[in-house]
Each structure stands twice: as C-alpha cells, then as structure tokens.
C-alpha cells in the first residue's frame, strides 16, 4: 500500500503582478497584468503532489476569504477536510512580482497560517500511521512541534524550511528527526553561513555535504535553479531493497537524468541538470520549488508503494529511489515555470509522463 501524504500546509491568495521588472526601493512602477490565484507553498506543494498520484491529505487554516483556495485543492485530488476555516481571520496572502524574465520577489502576510498550533498537530497525526509522510515548509506556525510529533509517531518527515529561520539552534534541534531535507541554493548557503558562523563558498556540493554531516541528514537535496539540483544520500547501514529507476504507473521508463555520481565514501551524490525547457519558453517560476517538493515527495512514497519493506525503515530510501524521485520532480517543475501562477501552473502525471518519453526520444 502506497504511503499516505500529510501536507501540514500554508494556504494563501496569491496577487500576482506582471512587471517589467522587480520595483526598486522608492520606485513606483505600473503593472502590465494582474492574477490572483490559490497559493501559499503548503498548498501548491500538496497540489504537486496529488496531481503526482499520491493520497495527500491537507492540514491548515484559513478565513472565510480563502473558501475558494481550498475547493481548488480540492479538486486537484487533496482531502480537505483538515482544514480550519476561522472566523475574524483572513486567509494568508502572498504579493508576488514576476518580470519579463519569469524571475519573482513576494512578500507574505500569513494570516491563518500563523493560527496553526501544537494541538492541530496532534489531532491531525492522530489519522496516520508509521510510514505516511508528512510534508511541511515554514511558512505555518508549529512546525517544530509537528516534526517531534510525526517521528514519535513513525510518520516520515520531508521538510522545505523556507522561509530560513535565523535560529540555528532551531534547526539543530529538529533536522536529525527529518527523514528528507530540500533545500534551494539561497536556504542551502544560509543554513551553511548559521553552522560556519560567516562566509562560505559557493560549492554547492561541498556546502551539501557539510550540512549532512553536521546535522546527520539522511538525504539532502539541494535545486540549484538553471543549475539543476543535487542529492546526497546516505549510505544504508543495513540491506536495504533498492529498486531500479525504471517504472511507473503509466507505463513509461523513468530513466535518470543525473550527469554523474559520486560514491567515494558513506555519501552518495546524485547530480541532475536541470528540466530540458528553453529559457525563452521560461514565464514564471513562482511555484517551480513547491512543484518539485510535491513531485519529489509523491513518487518517494510511490517507490515504497513498489517496494512495501521499505516503509517505515529509516535508512531505506535509497540512492536510486532518491535519482527517480528528482528526475520527476525536476521534470515536473520544468513544466511549471512555462506557465503562470501557482497553482494554475502544477501539471498533471500524465503530462509529466509525456514530457519524460518526449525528452527520451528526441
């Protein structure tokens, strides 16, 4: 059985501006085009992943304003019935600047997603079990309590710390009990600059690595942009299954896309480039990030789906279930910045899957 997804989830109206470029301080600029979508990363990450295939479940807030948002979820395939609507409380909303190079710049007011607690926490992990994942970024409150709490639980835990805290002390405190850490370049040199106490370079692997070992991460992933992503991996300690990077639902050979591997030590390292888009093809990539964790997390748990003594063993998931898991997902965010919005921009599996035997076959 398919493990289950548990979004705990930040839900937001995103008003999305079309400029010709990102507003400079004291500088008035007239928009070209305005949107307003369904957002926030809890909610695009738990779209990703059940337009992925995964069972997702969504837990969060939001006012009376935000009804609308959380039908969209819901009719991406997400079970809704864990999120709140608060009275005397608006939903959270993103103010989002794209230029006319598809790059981005938000500022947030987080409204409800500020009103998650502890308790939600515990009500909620109450449903699951040993091996369904939870999936959370730190745009809500209680998110350190819901981490300790999934772990006690067995629950697996991919987190998205973004936005970074500045409290290392805090990520200490949580990272050893997260199964999965996804990070982007900015979050991976913030949280290196936190540990080193300064300056660092810009070797992203180098700074990957640094972050596992300090922090004894499992699997770290790192997207790099235009630059692809990197994965570390470390080494099961026991015979773990590993299954092959070929498969899927639909039929199609999910082949990797790494560009090289490196096995020298405990660490694997898995390099990918990045999605086979044409940068003028490029028109917003809001979402690519959200999209990615949603994918990456939907077929982690379809590999354990396949491959059943996985789910719940610590060290199982293995360097060719994390290669199959980014190759996906890298895919999948690459069909998302050629189009607008958030929400709106999250494809489907099977366009996924068209563009994976399209991009083999060329």
């Known amino acids: 059985m398919q493990p289950r997804v548990v979004s705990f989830a930040s839900i937001n109206v995103d008003e999305v501006y079309s400029v010709p470029r990102i507003v400079r301080p004291g500088e ?3 928009s070209t085009k305005r949107q307003q979508n369904g957002g926030g990363k809890g909610a695009n990450a738990s779209v990703a992943a059940a337009r992925a295939g995964a069972p997702v479940h969504v837990v969060g807030k939001i006012g009376s304003d935000g009804l609308w948002v959380r039908d969209i979820i819901e009719q991406a395939g997400a079970d809704v019935r864990l999120v709140e609507v608060l009275d005397n409380t608006a939903t959270g909303r993103a103010i989002i600047q794209v230029d006319s190079n598809g790059e981005n710049a938000i500022f947030l007011f987080p409204g409800a997603n500020h009103m998650l607690t502890e308790a939600d926490a515990h009500r909620a992990f109450a449903q699951f079990a040993k091996g369904d994942w939870l999936l959370l970024t730190n745009e809500t409150t209680a998110v350190v309590e819901a981490i ?6 067995g629950i697996q835990v991919l987190w998205n710390p973004a ?3 500045d409290d290392v002390s805090l990520t200490r405190r949580v990272v050893g009990l997260v199964d999965v850490l996804v990070v982007n370049e900015s979050e991976l040199l913030c949280l290196a600059q936190q540990l080193n106490g300064g300056e660092c370079s810009d070797d992203y692997e180098a700074l990957a690595r640094q972050v596992m070992r ?5 699997v770290i992933v790192a997207t790099l942009g235009s630059n692809g992503c990197i994965g570390l991996v470390r080494r099961p300690t026991t015979n773990a299954h590993a299954i092959p990077i070929v498969g899927s639902s639909t039929d199609i050979s999910i082949v990797s896309c790494g560009d090289d591997v490196d096995d020298d030590d405990d660490i694997k390292v898995i390099k990918m480039s990045c999605s086979p888009i044409r940068i003028e093809q490029v028109v917003d990539t809001t979402a690519a990030g959200d999209v990615w964790v949603g994918y990456f997390v939907a077929e982690l748990a379809r590999a354990q789906g396949e491959s059943p003594e996985s789910i719940g063993a610590r060290a199982a998931l293995t360097p060719a279930m ?6 996906v997902a890298t895919y999948a965010a690459g069909i998302s910045v050629t189009r607008m919005g958030a929400v709106p921009s999250i494809p489907i599996r099977e366009h996924v899957d068209a563009f994976v035997r399209a991009k083999q076959h060329e």
């Open 148 to 153: 300790i709490q999934a772990q006690r639980i």
């Open 322 to 327: 994390v290669d199959r898991a980014m190759t």
């Open 28 to 30: 008035t600029l007239s």
């Open 163 to 165: 936005p970074m805290h």
């Open 214 to 218: 300090e922090l004894e991460c499992r």
